[in-house]
């Protein structure tokens, strides 16, 4: 296989016509030049060049691979191009996995910014509800990052963003509500109809274990895929929802309670390959914005 330093050589000559300035304009010793005509010749099995008294010009064969020569080098500067632009951030693609209920409050502010900065990276969203699902998608290369609550299970690589608070929400004229600003016990949710989770999301089966913890049961009334929902469900009257702050929006119209104990679950962006220059740029935007709450939200937390 001819090598493109060989073949980068032969279309120097040509060029040139003539091997001293050839090797003068590729910094290389007219002995070096001539190794590598002479490897490329081999490989291919006749002479490309021909010396005159003056200079040097192609032979018939050289004639021949001479545009072959030349689109080869005009590749592999574009791979060398396309590679420069990707790592800077002026082209490329970038698919992201991200947990439904962080999709607004958390990715869609960085996603603005960083389409600002970077109109010619495409973008690709993938939404789900369960971490492991999260963590899968990237193992199995069809997300470069994404970002959610911690796997159970991850071979690749996890940088924590922060903690994301759960906390209780119901109508603001429900019984639950009258408690105020005071935290809501396992004990008293166990009195309580629930908004809960399909078992696709991983939420559920998460909060099922930590009542259970608590020596609670979670008395489900209803059960919805995507923690928006039951956040709105609760505000109209449904029961009681636990729900991350990064899924109620600034305005919410029910009432929240903190949770005692305090309940929260780590963050974090998942990569398979954390050295590639784009997603380490993009993980690293992410993880500055961090985990952002409201200020009403905030208020209402006391």
């Known amino acids: 296989m001819p090598t493109l330093r060989g073949l980068e050589c032969f279309v120097a000559v040509l060029d040139h ?15 070096a030049l001539s190794h590598q005509l002479a490897a490329l010749e081999r490989e291919i099995g006749a002479p490309v060049v021909e010396r005159l008294p003056r200079g040097v010009r192609a032979t018939p064969t050289g004639q021949a691979v001479a545009a072959d020569a030349r689109a080869a080098l005009a590749a592999a500067e574009s791979v060398v191009a396309t590679g420069r632009a990707i790592t800077s951030g002026t082209a ?6 991200c947990a439904a209920s962080m999709t607004g409050s958390l990715l869609a502010p960085v996603l603005r910014t960083w389409r600002r900065r970077h109109p010619a990276v495409q973008l690709e969203l993938d939404e789900l509800t369960s971490a492991d699902a999260l963590a899968d998608l990237v193992a199995a290369g069809r997300a470069d990052l994404a970002i959610g609550p911690r796997p159970s299970t991850f071979d690749g690589h996890l940088d924590l963003i922060g903690e994301e608070q759960i906390v209780a929400v119901m109508a603001a004229d429900s019984p639950a509500a009258a408690g105020g600003s005071r935290p809501m016990t396992f004990a008293q949710l166990a009195e309580q109809p629930v908004v809960h989770y399909h078992p696709e999301n991983g939420l559920g089966g998460w909060l099922d274990g930590i009542a259970a913890g608590q020596g609670v049961t979670l008395n489900a009334v209803t059960r919805t895929r995507q923690t928006a929902t039951a956040a709105q469900l609760a505000a109209a009257g449904l029961g009681v929802a636990l729900v991350p702050t990064t899924a109620l929006p600034a305005t919410y119209s029910g009432a929240i ?5 305090p309940l929260s679950r780590d963050i974090v962006t998942m990569t398979a390959a954390p050295s590639d220059p784009l997603v380490s740029r993009f993980g690293a935007e992410v993880r500055r914005r961090g985990i952002p709450v409201p200020r009403p939200i905030a208020a209402q937390l006391g």
């Open 17 to 31: 016509g003539s091997v001293t300035e050839a090797a003068a304009r590729l910094h290389m010793s007219q002995p």
């Open 92 to 97: 490329g693609r970038l698919r992201i996995g």
């Open 257 to 261: 309670r903190r949770l005692d104990p």
